[in-house]
């Protein structure tokens, strides 16, 4: 009976330890949204470099894409060390993201700045709600998370104003363009965070 009571106890130490090296679910869809987001943030301006890298915006775009990639490998990490399976629609992250931002930059350099700028309040956005979410009910916890997103975030609000300077507000139909972009880029959100 007392062996039985400490391979049973053993036993279930060891479950737990199983268990809490994968985040709850909550922490779980949190990582594979932003994972998925950077993804599509890396995709959007690939596209837009392959069709504006030789323009005068060129090297703005190369440097904000640069900053996207170690976005995404922090959250590659993320993932990694909390066990986060990535979301199944990366196939469709990588055509649609990559088609976002070629298909603004063939509008032209204006209309590639406020795809940025759509995309970018969007996410910066979203990294607020989590911060704020993740300050309410883990006020001690996951303080690595934390410190990124809030890296990210203030990345994502340089990139939004990078795009203004750049005559954003001048593309063709600008409020409509970022509207529609808004709402794609809300729809993946809300897709990635369950799929
Ligand atoms: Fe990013
Ligand atoms: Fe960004």
Not at 15 to 38: C, F, K, T, W, Y
Not at 131 to 151: A, F, S, T
Not at 162 to 179: I, M, N, R, V
Request: proline fraction near 3%; charge should be negative; include cysteine.
């Amino acid at each position: 009976m007392l062996r039985w009571r400490i391979s049973h106890r053993a036993l279930s130490v060891s479950g737990m330890r199983a268990i809490s090296q994968r985040a709850p679910s909550n922490i779980d869809s949190l990582i594979r949204v932003d994972h998925a987001g950077e993804f599509g943030a890396d995709r959007i301006y690939a596209g837009q470099l392959a069709v504006l890298g030789k323009t005068a915006v060129g090297p703005v775009i190369k440097e904000m894409w640069e900053q996207e990639k170690v976005h995404l490998e922090l959250f590659e990490k993320l993932s990694r060390e909390h066990r986060v399976r990535p979301t199944a629609l990366m196939p469709l992250w990588n055509v649609a993201g990559f088609a976002l931002g070629a298909g603004t930059a063939l509008l032209g350099s204006e209309a590639a700045m406020a795809c940025t700028v759509a995309v970018e309040e969007v996410i910066g956005d979203h990294y607020n709600k989590q911060l704020r979410h993740l300050m309410e009910n883990n006020p001690e916890e996951y303080q690595e998370l934390k410190e990124i997103i809030k890296r990210c975030r203030d990345d994502e609000l340089h990139h939004l104003e990078t795009g203004l300077e750049h005559d954003a507000e001048k593309a063709p139909a600008y409020e409509s363009l970022t509207q529609a972009i808004k709402v794609g880029c809300r729809a993946a959100i809300w897709v990635s965070e369950r799929v």
